[in-house]
């Protein structure tokens, strides 16, 4: 497990050292970079992204190990989310039900991915600031690569007043630019 202190200001790195964990500690440059630090790092054959504030379930990672060997054509494979909210927080606009009815639905960095998918499309977009999660994936699909969906509640998302997705009045604007983008690109 790899922890990547991006300039965090609490007690991230001293909690980490509690445990057998590889810590990168680096000036603040955002989740992108963060993520893109730990990608290569990395030396396992899959990759997955937990967030200071998200959980796995126990069982998370075997389900996608497993799905993933079932079925080597694909690069990755999502799971389905459950979200928390905090006492006192109100759900945010941002927060809508999916097709089913679930909060949030499926998260792009539920996943578990193959390091070699990640580096074949340059990791995350550092560019971007909202919606860099669904821009690597619509890359991985550019590039041919499939992605699975576990229809099961893996990652715990908690929701609360210091979520940097809490404080955005909407992605609509970064989701929409990535789509914008992707849309150009694939006319040209």
Same mark, same amino acid.
């Given at each position: 497990?790899?922890?990547?202190? @991006?300039?965090?200001?609490?007690?991230?790195?001293?909690?980490?050292?509690?445990?057998?964990?590889?810590?990168?500690?680096?000036?603040? =440059?955002?989740?992108? =970079?963060?993520?893109?630090?730990?990608?290569?790092?990395?030396?396992?054959?899959?990759?997955?992204?937990?967030?200071? @504030?998200?959980?796995?379930?126990?069982?998370?990672?075997?389900?996608?190990?497993?799905?993933?060997?079932?079925?080597?054509?694909?690069?990755?494979?999502?799971?389905?989310?459950?979200?928390?909210?905090?006492?006192?927080?109100?759900? $945010?606009?941002?927060?809508? $039900?999916?097709?089913?009815? @679930?909060?949030?639905?499926?998260?792009?960095?539920?996943?578990?991915?193959?390091?070699?998918?990640?580096?074949?499309?340059?990791?995350?977009?550092?560019?971007?600031?909202?919606?860099?999660?669904? @821009?690597?994936?619509?890359?991985?699909?550019?590039?041919?690569?499939?992605?699975?969906?576990?229809?099961?509640?893996?990652?715990?998302?908690?929701?609360?007043?210091?979520?940097?997705?809490?404080?955005?009045?909407?992605?609509?604007?970064?989701?929409?630019?990535?789509?914008?983008?992707?849309?150009?690109?694939?006319?040209?």
């Amino acid at each position: 497990m790899i922890v990547v202190d @991006d300039g965090s200001r609490d007690r991230t790195v001293e909690i980490a050292t509690t445990y057998p964990v590889r810590i990168l500690r680096r000036e603040h =440059a955002g989740v992108s =970079a963060a993520r893109n630090a730990g990608i290569a790092c990395a030396t396992a054959p899959l990759i997955g992204f937990c967030d200071h @504030d998200d959980e796995w379930r126990p069982t998370k990672v075997a389900r996608q190990v497993d799905h993933l060997r079932r079925h080597p054509e694909l690069v990755g494979v999502l799971c389905r989310q459950e979200i928390v909210l905090a006492p006192g927080v109100e759900r $945010p606009a941002w927060l809508v $039900p999916d097709g089913r009815g @679930d909060l949030g639905g499926t998260h792009p960095l539920s996943g578990l991915f193959r390091g070699d998918a990640l580096v074949a499309v340059d990791g995350f977009d550092e560019s971007i600031v909202d919606g860099e999660d669904l @821009d690597l994936l619509v890359r991985l699909r550019e590039r041919g690569g499939e992605l699975g969906v576990l229809d099961e509640r893996l990652l715990v998302r908690h929701v609360h007043l210091d979520n940097v997705s809490h404080r955005a009045p909407s992605y609509a604007p970064g989701v929409f630019e990535v789509l914008r983008r992707h849309a150009r690109r694939s006319r040209v």
